[in-house]
C-alpha cells in the first residue's frame, strides 16, 4: 500500500479484547482540553501444574480511555468491581522520571465497552 505521498507501508494489527473485572472506580483525570479516564482492570488465569496443583495468576492492565462521548460515560457509570467487556489497541511510552531514569509502561486505549 502507499499513503497520499506516495510512500509504501504495509498493514499491521493491534487490536486487544479484555473482559475482567474493574480494581478501582474509573478515575477522570488531565485538563479541560485533553481529558482522559483511567481504569485498572483485573484479569485472571487459572491452570494445573503436572503435581495437580491448581494455580491462579491475575494480570492487571491498565485502561485509558481518550473519546469524549465514551470516557464521560465511563467517568459517572463504572465503579470498582464491575465486569466489562473491552476493546482497543496497546501503547507503549517511554517517559524520564523525576531522578531522570527512563521508565517505560504499556496500556491500553480503549475505543469499545461493554458493561
Not at 485538563?31 to 495468576?57: F, I, M, W
Not at 489497541?89 to 469499545?112: M, P, T, W
Amino acid at each position: 500500500m502507499e499513503d497520499e505521498t506516495g510512500n509504501k507501508y504495509e498493514k499491521s494489527l493491534n487490536r486487544v479484547q479484555i473482559i475482567g473485572r474493574l480494581g478501582r472506580d474509573a478515575e477522570l483525570r488531565g485538563s479541560d482540553q485533553r481529558s482522559v479516564v483511567v481504569l485498572s482492570v483485573a484479569t485472571n488465569d487459572v491452570y494445573t501444574k503436572q503435581s495437580g496443583e491448581r494455580v491462579s495468576h491475575v494480570d492487571w492492565h491498565r485502561i485509558s480511555v481518550f473519546q469524549p462521548n465514551l470516557r464521560d460515560k465511563i467517568a459517572i457509570n463504572l465503579k470498582k468491581g464491575d465486569r466489562v467487556f473491552l476493546a482497543g489497541k496497546i501503547r507503549y511510552d517511554e517517559y524520564r522520571d523525576n531522578d531522570n531514569v527512563l521508565r517505560r509502561s504499556a496500556s491500553i486505549l480503549a475505543g469499545y465497552f461493554l458493561i
